[in-house]
């Protein structure tokens, strides 16, 4: 009830940012160098389109939390049979540990880069974070979205002046936002952008944050609310969207245009970027791949606590959920480092996106259910077209999957 528009939106300014994290978690950094490095700008109209996907159904997540007060978990849960619930749930937490798993790696190569730590010590240390989080949860939603939000401005300050600094051909970046005609080998990064960019636990998680906002229950007041969540998603969004485009674009003005297009890992562009942006490029790198890592993990976090809760019913210490998601996700990383080595500790990564990829449909489908039930969602259900475009995409991303996983059969 602020008097303001500008203090309204401030009231419910937050949950989205929390959300736009794993936007741009290491995740997101490994798609976008291997894109930008392996194919210059040609990528970029997957980001956007990636985001615009992104907005559509981060919005619906919103909307559905808002009018129901119920969560995209407890909305299943009090909709579908027990079988197809724990079968949903079961996909829910692979796509948390694949997450978790990003943010293990992307955290120890930051450590490994900064500090020049080994990355066995680097998971190891990942676990630490669990304190970090016991800290925030005890302060408050509120003070936990400022911190995440200045981390969040850590990591969209380094790439600005890492962009600064390489001086893209403005021209040619354009055209990297027409669509273009992919072979096999881009068709597999641009499903992991994808799948790094519309990932399927934020969709969990937005449903629940917007409820932290206190609003009048009158049609007016929940209009009001989806109005201002939009906003809010928007911005938070588009902000993403500009952090990941600036990494293509720093990975293909730097590497793919020197000829250098090898570079499809994070610590081969943090080695090389002194030689084409000075000694300030790689701190900056890696204090923003830390950031991010750090950030992605609260939220993934707070994510797997909100499925655990809503389809099973059950909530057990955050602590707890934290080191027992945190455990799933060190194990792979530490046999892939201990048997394959260092080197494969990307291609893990991007995997790791691709996975999540193929767990949105089972994320997107249920939500789309949801919001166009007019039984639950009266008058605030979404109208036709926002129904065929929501489809579309859910068909568009379902399709993409099947087609990569054909592809990559096929190449065992």
Not at 5 to 10: C, E, G, S, Y
Not at 269 to 274: F, G, I, S, Y
Request: net charge neutral; proline share 3%; hydrophobic share 55%.
């Amino acid at each position: 009830n602020k008097k303001s528009v500008f203090r309204k939106i401030l009231a419910f300014f937050g949950p989205a940012y929390l959300i736009s994290v794993g936007y741009m978690d290491p995740g997101n950094w490994a798609t976008d160098i291997a894109g930008g490095s392996q194919f210059g700008y040609a990528l970029l109209w997957v980001l956007l389109m990636s985001n615009i996907m992104a907005l559509l159904l981060q919005s619906l997540s919103a909307r559905l939390g808002i009018v129901t007060q119920r969560d995209l978990a407890q909305a299943s849960r009090e909709t579908y049979s027990p079988f197809i619930n724990y079968i949903l749930y079961f996909l829910a937490e692979i796509a948390i540990a694949a997450c978790d798993l990003a943010e293990v790696l992307g955290m120890a190569i930051g450590l490994n880069l900064l500090f020049d730590i080994s990355l066995i010590e680097g998971v190891m240390i990942t676990v630490l974070d669990t304190f970090l989080l016991l800290f925030l949860i005890n302060k408050g939603i509120r003070k936990m979205e400022a911190f995440i939000i200045t981390l969040v401005g850590v990591i969209g300050i380094s790439f600005l002046i890492e962009i600064f600094l390489a001086k893209p051909d403005m021209a040619e970046l354009v055209t990297g936002f027409i669509p273009t005609a992919m072979n096999d080998e881009a068709l597999y990064i641009a499903i992991g952008i994808i799948g790094a960019t519309v990932m399927p636990h934020n969709l969990y998680l937005h449903s629940a944050l917007v409820q932290t906002r206190k609003i009048d229950r009158t049609e007016a007041g929940i209009k009001q609310a989806i109005k201002f969540n939009r906003i809010d998603t928007t911005i938070a969004l588009n902000l993403a969207f500009l952090v990941n485009a600036a990494i293509l674009v720093v990975a293909a003005t730097v590497f793919f245009k020197t000829g250098n297009s090898d570079v499809a890992e994070i610590k081969d562009a943090h080695r090389l970027l002194p030689q084409f942006l000075g000694n300030a490029a790689p701190i900056l790198f890696a204090v923003a791949l830390i950031a991010s890592g750090q950030s992605s993990t609260i939220t993934g976090t707070l994510a797997g606590q909100i499925i655990m809760e809503g389809y099973l019913n059950l909530r057990i210490n955050p602590i707890l959920r934290r080191l027992i998601t945190r455990l799933v996700a060190i194990i792979p990383a530490l046999l892939v480092i201990i048997i394959y080595g260092e080197k494969n500790v990307d291609a893990l990564l991007i995997l790791s996106q691709v996975i999540l990829s193929l767990q949105l449909g089972f994320a997107i489908i249920p939500l789309i259910h949801f919001v166009s039930n007019k039984k639950t969602m009266g008058k605030f259900a979404i109208n036709t077209l926002q129904k065929i475009t929501a489809w579309l995409i859910a068909s568009v991303l379902v399709f993409l999957n099947l087609k990569m996983l054909v592809n990559e059969t096929g190449n065992i």
